[in-house]
């Protein structure tokens, strides 16, 4: 698998949420950005396992992605950063992040992987980011995909 590519298109699965009236799209980036553009998901840091089945057959990826939002207004943040964090519904990282799945027998995310499935949110709390502070979290991210490519 290559890793920018997927680190992109995990990007661009994220686009694809839709935030309440009145907020600003979701910026999205497949790397850690210098500056953030709130709200703002990216990928940051992931962990790889090699020879999940033989030959080179299958790699396994666990990408931990963040997701912050402006803390102009705490309470008004933490609504917005709770309805993308939520299971369903048009603001759903989870439920953008997994129709880019494709259909039954497709490969995921453009075919650029097997399979991919949003397995937690974690660290709920302010970030520090380039001198500023926000509200976010952290969603893990596991891809799995053929280790030859």
Not at 99 to 113: S, T
Request: glycine fraction near 10%.
């Amino acid at each position: 698998m290559q890793i920018s590519a997927i680190r992109d298109a995990l990007a661009d699965a994220a686009r694809a949420v839709v935030l309440p009236n009145g907020i600003a799209k979701l910026t999205c980036s497949g790397f850690v950005p210098d500056a953030i553009t709130a709200p703002h998901f990216f990928v940051a840091e992931y962990e790889q396992d090699f020879d999940r089945a033989m030959a080179r057959g299958l790699d396994e990826l666990m990408f931990t992605c963040r997701v912050l939002v402006s803390r102009a207004d705490d309470r008004a943040a933490q609504h917005l950063l709770d309805d993308m964090l939520s299971g369903s519904g048009p603001a759903s990282l989870k439920q953008a992040m997994e129709a880019a799945r494709g259909a039954p027998g497709q490969y995921a995310l453009g075919g650029l992987a097997h399979d991919l499935h949003v397995q937690r949110i974690q660290g709920y709390r302010w970030y520090e980011h380039a001198g500023a502070t926000y509200v976010g979290a952290e969603l893990t991210i596991k891809v799995i995909g053929d280790g030859s490519t």
